[in-house]
């Protein structure tokens, strides 16, 4: 579903990316894990095709992220850690106003579900800006799957979250795995968290993935999995 191919990505005088290269299987769920700054979101901004490379190719089923961009985006949801959601508007009318601009029809059914799964019942009709920051949170969720995605790229997920708002999210992961074979990529530097619900982990540290002969000591000793490859 995921190939990526030698991806470099050059910021002016930074390396932010170095020669990274993995792939997803179609209905997996794959941690992508480092430390904040190893890179991680500057990969799914490429992989989800809003960023350019500069070396390498990223194909997300079949297509060319570089190229085909708006069709990637059109089967992929990306939640990161700024929610892009309307602070000023109210839970319920964020939903309506990206429903609109994917061009949803039935909406109204399709919100509802969004805000019953996400325990949103009692605050979609309050301005977003009195939410919590988990419930900004779960809101995003909402946003990024108005378009049933194919495809699903979670950038830290769960930061500033309590317990109970992390254990929600990662049910949320796994219910959306299962009932919806949706193929999911996460990103995170906590590995802990994610030990419950991923197949497969990515490693990333400076820019570069831990698939490196230097690493594969750590791979294969910390690196725990809810079912074999």
């Given amino acids: 579903m995921i190939e990526v191919r030698n991806i470099s990505k050059q910021f002016k005088v ?8 993995f792939t997803v299987k179609q209905g997996t769920v794959t941690g992508l894990i480092g430390p904040n700054g190893s890179g991680k979101t500057t990969l799914i901004r490429i992989m989800n ?20 961009a708006e069709k990637v985006l059109a089967m992929c949801g990306t939640l990161t850690e700024q929610s892009g959601l309307y602070e000023n508007m109210s ?18 059914k399709r919100i509802d579900e969004l805000v019953t799964l996400f325990e949103l019942q ?19 969720l909402a946003r990024v799957l108005l378009h049933r995605p194919s495809i699903l790229f979670l950038d830290e997920p769960t930061n500033g979250l309590d317990p109970d708002g992390i254990q929600m999210v990662l049910r949320i992961i796994r219910q959306l795995n299962k009932e919806e074979k949706m193929t999911i990529l996460v990103s995170s530097h906590v590995l802990s968290q994610l030990s419950a619900v991923c197949d497969h982990y ?8 831990w698939r490196k002969a230097q690493s594969r000591r750590l791979l294969a000793g910390t690196c725990p999995r809810r079912r074999s490859k």
């Fill in 202 to 209: 990515i490693f990333m540290e400076k820019g570069t993935s």
């Fill in 122 to 140: 009692d605050y979609q009709h309050r301005k977003v800006g009195t939410y919590s920051t988990g419930m900004k949170k779960r809101l995003g």
């Fill in 49 to 68: 095709g809003v960023l350019g490379a500069s070396g390498g190719q990223v194909t997300i089923n079949g297509l060319d992220a570089a190229r085909e």
């Fill in 91 to 108: 839970g319920r009318d964020n939903l309506t106003f990206f429903a609109d601009v994917f061009g949803l029809k039935h909406a109204k």
């Fill in 14 to 21: 930074h390396q932010a990316l170095h020669d990274v290269s």
